[in-house]
T-cell receptor, first 115, second 116 residues
């Protein structure tokens, strides 16, 4: 079984400041890792994914994340945020190989960007 | 390519009724997964269908069921609605074509169900 812990439920930040959203996972098997973003009254949009290879992955909207296997972490970072980045962010894992359609999500982090 | 389409976007039902939600996956995607999102429990996996067969199921009562048609479209049904079933129901599709990329899920906008 897998579990995901997002260490901050809310992160306030000023525009143009850097931000890091933290994610730790636990799993007895190898996993794939994802970050999704949800804007109000919308579904989930894939920001980035780690499947294999380089542990630093880049996604859309200037976001990046680093997979750290020894610390079982997959923290999301952006060097300079915009007002439009205000949203809820979800870290998720799936079983490597085949997940049979199951993603396990963290509880979400609400990022609020202030002017 | 069109994204994942869920209909309807909003639904209001009363306790005891049943409801059917629909999901059309991205063209060529063969797997459809369903999730329930609530403020208290977060995002929880309901079930997954592939080639018209349920391959995986989460920890939900039997009142929650689904099916998949030969064109990969999927429906989810909830019978005997309870107040606690009020939630955003999200559908996701993936290619399920083998390999890591085949497992990436793309989500629809969701159906918001309110049970009164």
């Amino acid at each position: 079984a897998q579990s995901v812990t997002q260490l901050d439920s809310q992160v306030p930040v000023f525009e143009e400041a850097p931000v890091e959203l933290r994610c730790n996972y636990s799993s007895s098997v190898s996993v794939y890792l994802f970050w999704y973003v949800q804007y109000p009254n919308q579904g989930l949009q894939l920001l980035l994914k780690y499947l294999s290879g380089s542990t630093l992955v880049k996604g859309i909207n200037g976001f990046e994340a680093e997979f750290n296997k020894s610390q079982t972490s997959f923290h999301l970072r952006k060097p300079s945020v915009h007002i439009s980045d205000t949203a809820e962010y979800f870290c998720a894992v799936s079983r490597r190989g085949t997940s049979y359609g199951k993603l396990t999500f963290g509880q979400g982090t609400i990022l609020t960007v202030h002017p | 390519k069109a994204g994942v389409t869920q209909t309807p976007r909003y639904l209001i039902k009363t306790r005891g009724q049943q409801v059917t939600l629909s999901c059309s996956p991205i063209s060529g995607h063969r797997s459809v997964s369903w999730y329930q999102q609530t403020p208290g429990q977060g995002l929880q996996f309901l079930f997954e269908y592939f080639s018209e067969t349920q391959r995986n199921k989460g920890n939900f009562p039997g009142r929650f069921s689904g099916r998949q048609f030969s064109n990969s479209r999927s429906e989810m049904n909830v019978s005997t609605l309870e107040l606690g079933d009020s939630a955003l129901y999200l559908c996701a599709s993936s290619p399920a074509s083998g390999g890591a990329s085949g497992d990436i899920q793309y989500f629809g906008a969701g159906t918001r169900l309110s049970v009164l």
